[in-house]
């Protein structure tokens, strides 16, 4: 699986769009990005993932460079309930998940 | 929303004590995981099951680490003779089988070894 490489830490004001980056240069062409977030104290939870096209669902949309060598997860209005660790992984279908060390997003009101 | 259900939520024991940790995951995946995050680090790899047997295994998961699933529903990892730097939150995962790959986590069982 590729690294990917995320700021380690961003903060965003309540109700304002969050675009949280990802480097995956390494990435091959068979390899998704996923997104997964660690609310304090819980375990990881699922986010978004992709291929080469954007994504949208009701948590969040990811969108993917033409190169694949970068994405952006964007959360369109920050809660503070959205204060958490994001991790983008680039995953081989059906094999583990390797995390990093994510970037933490904190949430001012 | 299914959930993967881990108990015990907290378990403290004795240095050199064996300690099950027990998973119930969601009741038609057929992938199971389990991963460990010591305070403050990363979320670490330990083993992946299928079919009733390890598929892979990572550094960590040592001749001292076992998996188990016993029965239809349950899913174990046991610690033969823990040691201090065990303590740490052990979350359990599990995924459907074929396209879908998206991992379902429990909200993890944190152990502290004394």
């Known amino acids: 699986d590729a690294k990917t490489t995320q700021p380690n830490s961003m903060e965003s004001n309540e109700e304002e769009p969050v675009h949280l980056p990802c480097n995956h240069s390494?990435?091959?062409?068979?390899?998704?990005i996923h997104w997964y977030r660690q609310l304090p104290s819980q375990g990881p939870e699922y986010v978004i993932h992709g291929l080469t096209s954007n994504v949208n669902n009701r948590m969040a949309s990811l969108a993917i460079a033409e190169d694949r060598k970068s994405s952006t997860l964007i959360l369109h209005r920050a809660t503070l309930r959205d204060a958490a660790v994001y991790y983008c992984?680039?995953?081989?279908?059906?094999?583990?998940?390797?995390f990093g060390q994510g970037t933490e997003l904190s949430v001012k009101p | 929303e299914p959930e993967v259900t881990q108990t015990p939520s907290h378990q403290v024991t004795q240095m050199g004590q064996e300690v099950i940790l027990r998973c119930v995951p969601i009741?038609?995946?057929?992938?199971f995981y389990w991963y460990r995050q010591i305070l403050g680090q990363k979320v670490e790899f330990l083993v992946s099951f299928y079919n009733n047997e390890i598929s892979e295994k990572s550094e960590i998961f040592d001749d001292q680490f076992s998996v188990e699933r016993p029965d239809g529903s349950n899913f174990t990892l046991k610690i033969r003779s823990t040691k201090l730097e065990d303590s740490a939150m052990y979350f359990c995962?599990?995924?459907?089988?074929?396209?879908?790959?998206?991992?379902?986590f429990g909200a993890g069982s944190r152990l502290t070894v004394l």
């Open positions: 390494t990435i091959s062409g068979t390899d998704y």
């Open positions: 992984i680039s995953y081989n279908q059906g094999g583990k998940l390797i």
């Open positions: 995962a599990s995924r459907p089988g074929g396209g879908a790959n998206v991992l379902t």
């Open positions: 009741s038609n995946h057929l992938y």
